[in-house]
């Protein structure tokens, strides 16, 4: 059975950089004999979280795009070093059902030549929601000379995008890890499911 996939692009950029490197990333994955599918935050309804109104606008439609996936992939533009705040809201509204124990690939775009920062904010995120991070990412600086009409110009940085999405649906199913500490210090992602001995988020 084909391994599901989905990419969430922090981006709601008209013509973003992101958008196109988790396309090809989703390529990739269907060439691995997955099935991609990229979850546009352009098209969800998600206002700024309020815990209080965690069923507001589209929340329950992301997180069951999330929560049907066996892998995740997780691509953001830089903004002041670290990811966008669009992507930020979307994982806010996330729990532990859409993530623990879950592979995730992670890809960041930068308009300089910096955009490292912004994927160790993103694994530490992962780390407390559990999930499990591939070791190989991708960064994309200085995105403006990265793509000519759509397309990558340098070929070692268009394979970089194509293997995370080839190891996405390669490690989509391991065996869970125990517990991060992170994780277990979790509180505001909600309530784990009895077997994971979890914790009320509020």
Request: charged fraction near 25%; aromatic fraction near 6%.
């Amino acid at each position: 059975m084909p391994t599901p996939v989905v990419a969430v692009c922090g981006s709601l950029r008209e013509r973003s950089y992101t958008r196109l490197a988790l396309q090809r990333a989703l390529e990739a994955v269907e060439d691995a004999g997955g099935t991609g599918e990229l979850v546009d935050l352009r098209e969800y309804d998600l206002p700024v979280l309020n815990a209080d109104e965690r069923t507001a606008g589209d929340a329950e439609r992301l997180r069951r795009a999330v929560r049907e996936a066996d892998a995740v992939l997780l691509g953001t533009p830089v903004y002041h070093g670290s990811y966008s705040g669009v992507l930020k809201n979307a994982l806010d509204y996330c729990r532990f059902d859409e993530l623990e124990g879950k592979t995730v690939g992670l890809l960041a775009v930068a308009g300089g030549a910096f955009p490292v920062t912004a994927l160790d904010h993103l694994r530490s995120v992962c780390r407390a929601f559990n999930a499990w991070v591939l070791p190989h990412q991708v960064a994309i600086p200085r995105a403006s000379g990265a793509f000519d009409e759509g397309e990558f110009v340098d070929e070692r940085l268009e394979s970089r995008v194509a293997t995370l999405g080839q190891r996405v649906v390669e490690y989509a199913i391991i065996e869970p890890d125990p517990p991060t500490f992170e994780s277990d210090q979790n509180v505001g992602a909600g309530e784990r499911s009895a077997e994971s001995g979890g914790q009320s988020a509020e």
